[in-house]
């Protein structure tokens, strides 16, 4: 129990891809399993996947002074999650009937494309399943949609728009200059060194990704850097021309080349200029 004035106790959030939690359900036959997490939500979220979220960031209360701590699953953002992921938030301290909300905002790249929360009846000792559907419907005025930047405003979701993007808050068909699915804003791929936009949504070169800086330009569906081919690895392409460039050399800088950088008569790092040292290449790239 909470008395007044006492510090609100948190949940704690544990994230489980299906294919693992089968595993830990099964690992547990021998005991109900809707009591083998104690008491807590196994909260299972559904989206249109055309979104192509990458993380989830969760938050909620619990009637009683409880809070379920701000949390962002997957800590970093690897792939593209799927409609049906589920974690588990752990709520041994919440009193028997006490109503749960849970709140999930689904991101992509950083921006929240979708929110949904969801409210069930925490019982005590046993696991409460819940279902968080998300929309992608704007935000409530006075909302944000970046944890503290305020909503970028019409134009920037377009509902029953899921094969296009929006544009000035009309539904855009795909295209390399209107790219994006989901109804989420869209991107000019020609702006981006690209010339086409995926059925992801994302803008590529060609049957590549969109070119980076060891190009200048997408042209007939190859990266180029001025008029030749895209520059090699550890090359920038720089007014035309591949350098050997600090932005894109790991190692040193030698007759326009950029190499490894551990050798005596070749060390450095950073792209900066190769030194000959008089006994070895430390591994930070200066000379003894």
Do not use: W
Not at 91 to 114: M, Y
Not at 126 to 154: F, H, I, K, N, Q
């Amino acid at each position: 129990m909470i008395s007044a004035g006492a510090t609100p106790l948190r949940a704690l959030v544990r994230f489980f891809l299906t294919s693992g939690l089968l595993t830990l359900v099964a690992l547990a036959s021998c005991r109900d399993p809707a009591a083998a997490a104690g008491t807590a939500l196994y909260v299972t979220t559904e989206f249109e996947p055309a979104l192509n979220l990458t993380q989830l960031r969760v938050s909620g209360t619990v009637a009683g002074g409880m809070d379920v701590p701000t949390t962002m699953l997957p800590e970093t953002a690897e792939r593209a999650l799927q409609s049906g992921e589920s974690f588990r938030v752990l709520l041994h301290d919440a009193a028997d009937g006490a109503q749960a909300t849970v709140r999930v905002e689904g991101l992509r790249d950083g921006a929240v494309l979708a929110t949904g929360e969801a409210t069930a009846t925490v019982r005590d000792g046993y696991e409460v399943e819940v279902t968080v559907r998300l929309s992608s419907d704007p935000l409530p005025d006075g909302g944000t949609g970046d944890g503290g930047t305020p909503d970028a405003g019409p134009g920037t979701f377009c509902l029953g728009c899921r094969d296009g993007c929006c544009r000035d808050g009309v539904c855009a068909d795909r295209t390399a200059r209107t790219c994006g699915v989901g109804g989420v804003a869209c991107s000019d791929c020609t702006e981006q060194k690209a010339d086409t936009c995926t059925a992801q949504g994302t803008c590529a070169c060609g049957n590549g990704p969109a070119c980076g800086k060891n190009a200048s330009l997408c042209f007939g569906g190859q990266c180029r850097c001025g008029l030749g081919n895209a520059c090699g690895p550890g090359l920038a392409c720089v007014s035309g021309q591949c350098r050997c460039d600090p932005s894109t050399c790991a190692g040193c800088c030698m007759n326009n080349a950029c190499v490894i950088g551990t050798d005596k008569n070749e060390c450095g790092k950073s792209g900066q200029a190769c030194k000959k040292c008089d006994k070895k290449c430390n591994p930070d790239g200066s000379c003894d």
